[in-house]
Structure formats: C-alpha cells, structure tokens
C-alpha cells in the first residue's frame, strides 16, 4: 500500500538556522507529493506540492524537489522565522482530479519550534 | 470568501452515546473528503464523496461509522455507540476539480476539525 514516513520531532531551530524536514514514501507509479502545515489553532493548510519527478515545488520560502530515484520529498527553507513555528506534514496522492485515487496518505508530521 | 466550516469545532460524549459532526464544504467543490486524525499522528482517509454520491468508504473504521451527503453539498459523519477510540480530530476536506482562474486546480481545502472527546 502507500505510505509516507517522515523524520521524527520536534524540530527546534533558532531564526535564520536552516531547515530540513525528511520525507520519504512508497507507492506504485507516479504519485503527487504534497507539503502541508498546520499553525497552532488552525486548519492544514497546503503548503507546496510537486506532481511530476524532478518538479520543484515552493511557497514562502520553503522548497521540495520530487526524486523518484530516491522517493524522497524532502522540504527545505534557507533561513526559518518564529512565525514558521508549527507542524508539516508529508502527503502524497495516488490520482489527480476526481476519484477514489484522489485521496491523500499522510505521514504522521513533523512539529517545528523556532526560536529567537 | 468561505472556507470549508465544520461544527462543532469541540464535542464530548459520554461512551455510548451517538454523535452527528457536520461539514460545510466550499460552495461548488465536487469532491469531498473526511479523515480521522488520531493525537499526535497524520490524518487518516476515512470516506470520499463526489457530489452526492459515496464512492469510498473503505477508510470508515467500523460500521458504527455512517456519512451521508444527500443534496451534494453539506456532509454529516455520524458515530453510533461512541467508543473511546474514536477520540480524534474529524476533517472534511473539498476540492473544485476543474478550472479556477484560468487553471486547473484538485486542491483538496481542510476545515478546522471537529474536535471529539469520547468519556
């Protein structure tokens, strides 16, 4: 089946440290990867995705390049804020558009605490 | 504009008790998606709907698990019999699937959870 692992937390950095968050998965074909975060208090919300190997995905800051040959989505910022404090999660997604393939598999996150 | 709202946000029962979490996606999403997140873990797939019609229940941990989404736009998950197992956060998610300024957008849009407390 599919899944997604991701590395353990919590993350503490201080600001402007740089920042790395693992993600690795399994599953058939060709999967769309997705970095989704959630502040304290609020909803996920996404964050970045790629849906192709070697597709860049980035948004705030943050990046993730797809390798298919590594299975690895792993995300990066160069320099983190306090206001980045919160919990990332890995996704992936069998299909695209509608179906039952359209569901997302997730890791089980990853807490990020910055501090000044 | 609205985004996808879910009430309550907080719910306790006591074990045994039946308990109705309810979903309001964003107005025109298709597909609709709820998810259990246990504390401390990712989200997990429960059920899918594309309009009103459930094409994936395979998620639902239990019979005693029930969602419906009759007219295609607001989706009721029911619990029957609460168990205290089934303490999580409850997610609905929606996306358009189709054209949205000028591209194509699947985003799947998350709601703030229903908190549930089972005693």
């Known amino acids: 089946g599919n899944s997604v692992t991701q590395m353990e937390g919590p993350v503490t950095l201080s600001e402007e440290a740089f920042l790395t968050i693992n993600c690795t998965y399994t599953a058939t074909g060709y999967p769309s990867l997705f970095w989704y975060v959630q502040y304290p208090g609020e909803g996920l919300q996404l964050l970045l995705k790629a849906t192709k190997a070697d597709d860049k995905g980035s948004n705030k800051g943050f990046e993730a390049t797809y390798r298919k040959e590594t299975t690895s989505f792993h995300l990066e910022k160069g320099s983190v804020q306090v206001s980045d404090s919160a919990v990332y999660f890995c996704?992936?997604?069998?299909?695209?558009?509608?179906?039952?393939?359209?569901?997302?598999?997730f890791g089980t996150g990853t807490r990020l605490q910055v501090t000044l | 504009g609205a985004g996808v709202s879910q009430s309550p946000r907080y719910k306790v029962a006591k074990r045994g008790q039946d308990v109705a979490l309810r979903c309001d996606p964003i107005?025109?999403?298709?597909?609709l998606f709820w998810y259990q997140q246990a504390l401390g873990q990712g989200p997990e797939f429960l059920t899918y709907?594309?309009?009103?019609?459930?094409?994936?229940k395979s998620g639902l941990p239990s019979d005693r698990f029930f969602a419906e989404r009759p007219e295609g736009s607001v989706s009721t998950l029911k619990i029957q019999r609460t168990q205290q197992e089934d303490s999580a956060v409850y997610l609905c998610?929606?996306?358009?699937?189709?054209?949205?300024?000028?591209?194509?957008?699947?985003?799947?849009?998350f709601g703030p959870g229903t908190r549930l407390t089972v005693l």
């Open positions: 996704a992936l997604r069998k299909g695209r558009g509608t179906g039952t393939a359209s569901k997302l598999t």
């Open positions: 709907f594309q309009n009103e019609a459930q094409l994936d």
């Open positions: 107005s025109g999403h298709v597909s």
């Open positions: 998610a929606s996306s358009l699937v189709g054209l949205a300024g000028g591209s194509y957008t699947d985003t799947q849009y």
